[in-house]
């Protein structure tokens, strides 16, 4: 059963090794040639050692950039995990605002229906106002008048019971 693996022969050392991968074969030889050139680089430094403890060193070199690189790579995830945190923060935040806006709308709403209702109540009560002052001011017209006709019939009495009396009769 082969599991579409692809085989590659690399070189590493001078010496030649079988790969074994799901990934492709370009992939498979950059990993090698990775491996190899950090070896060299290693042997380069002048220290002797076989290639046991070369390969051993190499790959604690490598383990140490992958641990490396994975610690950013998880404080790069965590940055880019905080914007869409905060875009959602604001986005909760904005729902809110509007649902007080709609709150508040509905409340300028009633609020102009009670104005209009008391503008409305006030109108009346002033025309009602008006016309007590109008109907004051007749009964007042009609108590002067009244005053006046009172003044006349007491002089037309006090004419009238002049005129009864005999002459030399006071």
């Avoid at 229906?113 to 009346?124: D, F, H, K, P, V």
């Avoid at 009172?150 to 005129?163: N, V």
Wanted: hydrophobic content about 35%.
């Amino acid at each position: 059963m082969q599991d579409n693996k692809n085989r590659v022969t690399v070189e590493i050392m001078g010496q030649q090794y079988t790969m074994l991968g799901k990934a492709s074969e370009e992939y498979l030889h950059s990993i090698a040639l990775y491996v190899d050139k950090k070896m060299k680089e290693l042997s380069k430094k002048g220290c002797a050692m076989n290639n046991i403890m070369l390969a051993v060193l190499t790959s604690l070199n490598i383990t140490d950039e992958f641990f490396g690189l994975k610690q950013e790579l998880e404080i790069v995830k965590k940055q880019a995990a905080k914007p869409g945190k905060e875009l959602e923060d604001t986005r909760y935040q904005f729902r809110k605002v509007r649902e007080e806006a709609v709150r508040l709308r509905t409340e300028i709403e009633d609020l102009r229906l009670q104005l209009a209702n008391s503008q409305e109540e006030a109108s009346n009560i002033y025309s009602e106002w008006l016309k007590a002052q109008e109907e004051l001011k007749e009964a007042k017209d009609l108590i002067e008048r009244l005053g006046e006709q009172k003044k006349e019939l007491e002089l037309q009495i006090e004419a009238a019971g002049d005129y009864n009396k005999a002459p030399g009769q006071k």
